[in-house]
T-cell receptor
């Protein structure tokens, strides 16, 4: 069982819809991440939150909007997505660690997103 | 920008054979992590290497970090069908930014 919980597991949406992906962890981790993973490709970093503040935005289009309501929760709000945004969206968390190197990341099972 | 290259892309082995995957970074890394992703699953952390020249072992898995902290390898001795999956290295140059290698997909034939 994963310690990072993502909902929903699957999501099908039209290009005009608005939906949200949710991620929750109760390990006391203060860094949380969103990744996008296409089939047979590595995870691609999208956003990083550290102590509930956005630390990294990897030039992600504005149709993806992250939110970190508290230290346990991470959301990804979706609006006007394109078919090429269909992918597995992974949430991860880690201890905040030192500035010089990262701590291991714990991944959720992901949300498999399909854009019609 | 920072790149992490990983080879080979695929490896087919007979059960009992050894397997190695290699990672090379265009820049010096502060540390490197290895993850395994089973088909249909999510990446699972295996190990982290921080020191120059570091070697760590986990049962049949041996991980190495190069002296210059720009390359790393994962070696599996006597593969088993349970080793099937994609192995990713993930390099960090500092801060929270993580760059994953392309991954090596391991297929094991019983």
């Amino acid at each position: 069982d994963t310690e990072v919980t993502q909902t929903p597991k699957h999501l099908v949406m039209g290009m005009t819809n608005k939906k949200s992906l949710k991620c929750e962890q109760h390990m006391g981790h203060r860094a949380m991440y969103w990744y996008k993973q296409k089939a047979k490709k590595p995870p691609e970093l999208m956003f990083v939150y550290s102590y509930e503040k956005l630390s990294i935005n990897e030039s992600v289009p504005s149709r993806f909007s992250p939110e970190c309501p508290n230290s346990s929760l991470l959301n990804l709000h979706l609006h006007a997505l394109q078919p090429e945004d269909s992918a597995l969206y992974l949430c991860a968390s880690s201890q905040a660690g030192l500035p010089t190197y990262n701590q291991p990341q714990h991944f959720g099972d992901g949300t498999r997103l399909s854009i019609l | 920008g920072q790149q992490v290259m990983q080879i080979p892309q695929y490896q087919h082995v007979q059960e009992g054979e050894d397997f190695t995957t290699y990672c090379n970074s265009s820049t010096t890394l502060s540390n490197i992590q290895w993850y395994k992703q089973r088909p249909g699953g999510h990446p699972v952390f295996l190990i982290q290497l921080v020191k120059s020249g570091e070697v760590k072992k986990q049962k049949r898995l041996t991980f190495q970090f190069g002296e210059a902290k720009k390359n790393s390898s994962l070696h599996i001795t006597a593969t088993q069908t349970t080793d099937v999956g994609t192995y990713f290295c993930a390099g960090q140059g500092g801060g929270f930014k993580t760059i994953f290698g392309a991954g090596t997909r391991l297929f094991v034939k019983a």
